[in-house]
Structure formats: C-alpha cells, structure tokens
C-alpha cells in the first residue's frame, strides 16, 4: 500500500490543496523575464535574474500581506476553507501565506532556469520555502540567517530523499505555526491571525533567501 499521501503533516497536504499550478508559475515567471528582457536589452543575464526575482518577491509579499489583513479569505482563494479543515489546528492565514511562499519560490526557480514541473525541483521549492518560514519564525532578538548558513542549511537537507525532507520540514513548520504558538506571541505577537505586516515581512524573507540560494546555485 502506498502511504506517501497519508505520511504527508496535515498542513502540507492544506497546502497542496490550494497550491497554482506549477505550469501556470512556470509560464508566468518566464512571461515576465521575457517582458523584462524587452524593457532592458543592454542588462546582463544576472541582471535580468535579479530584477524578476525582486519584482516576484515584492508581488508575492503583497499577496501574501493581504490576506494576513482580511478576514474573506474563502472569497480571495477558493478551497481555503476544505484546505484548513484538514490542518487540524493551523489558522487560515497561515495556510494561505505558506500557499503564497511556496508558489514565490517556485517563481524563483524558473527565473534562475530550473525546472519546477520535475517532481524534484518541486521538493527543492518546498525546503527552501519551509526552512525560511522556519527560520524567520525562529530567530531570536533580530538575528537572521545568514546567507551563507542558509544555503549550506538547504544543501543538508536536500541529501538523500528529499521527499522525506519535506514531510520533516513540514512537521516543524505546523508545529511552529499551530494557534497555541501564536497566542503564547511566538513568532508573530498575540491572537491567531498573523496579520497584514508579518506575513509581508516573512514572505519578504524566504523570498530573499530562495534568492540567495538559487542565485548561488546559477
């Protein structure tokens, strides 16, 4: 008996319920590299690379801001609320916002030129996107990740099965993210919704760590 869709945390199968495709990620991030290229025929790949990849995190971290600031999130994304009745615990802001990460590295992969519809490359995008929120939440008295130990985080846990990686990462991402953390005011401060500059400011972050990371890898 297969028992990989079972063994996957609550929260991670939530997600994948509402997740876009990966085909209309990958087609609208290479739209936007080509539109770029027009705008900027003088840039530098790397340059091109850079500006998509500011220009998907500055759109994702809005998305992903707005829905911390509404309480309509069944009218924003259909399916939310099946997605959260299977969590068991996680509060609709944050299936939505890690929706919304996971999609934005996903972005990011394609602009730095890989390939987000092999079963791989999508298991890459959910450790870098879940170590992120991981890490964001986890920090202590402002000190962030470094660049560096981010990467070199992401390459530990991307030896071996991956898959196993994910449903690892994904358990502590739940575990971080359940509504008794978020009224004990860790990561986020008081109540269960994140809210409008948090989720901005946590997107922002996992969007510039996928960034460094893809960006090291190109």
Not at 1 to 25: N, S
Not at 58 to 68: I, L, R
Not at 115 to 132: H, N, Q, S, T
């Amino acid at each position: 008996m297969d028992t990989t869709i079972t063994e996957k945390p609550k929260l991670l199968q939530a997600i994948e319920m509402i997740l876009a495709k990966p085909e209309d990620i990958k087609q609208e991030s290479l739209n936007l590299i080509s539109k770029i290229e027009r705008a900027n025929p003088e840039k530098l790949e790397a340059d091109i690379r850079r500006i998509a990849s500011e220009k998907i995190i500055s759109n994702y971290s809005y998305f992903a801001a707005f829905v911390g600031g509404t309480t309509a999130l069944a009218g924003v994304i259909p399916g939310i609320g099946t997605a959260v009745a299977v969590t068991g615990g996680a509060s609709a802001d944050v299936v939505a916002s890690m929706k919304f990460q996971i999609e934005m590295t996903m972005a990011i992969s394609t602009v730095y030129g890989h390939d987000i519809l092999m079963e791989e490359e999508k298991r890459i995008c959910y450790v870098i996107a879940g170590l992120g929120a991981i890490n964001e939440a986890a920090k202590e008295g402002g000190k962030a990740v470094g660049s560096k130990a981010f990467i070199s985080l992401v390459r530990e846990n991307l030896k071996g099965a991956s898959l196993q990686a994910v449903k690892e990462i994904f358990k502590k991402v739940g575990i971080t993210f359940t509504r008794t953390a978020l009224e004990k005011a860790i990561p986020f401060g008081v109540g269960v919704v994140i809210g409008f500059s948090a989720n901005k400011g946590l997107t922002w972050y996992v969007g510039s760590k996928a960034r460094d990371f893809f960006a090291a890898d190109a």
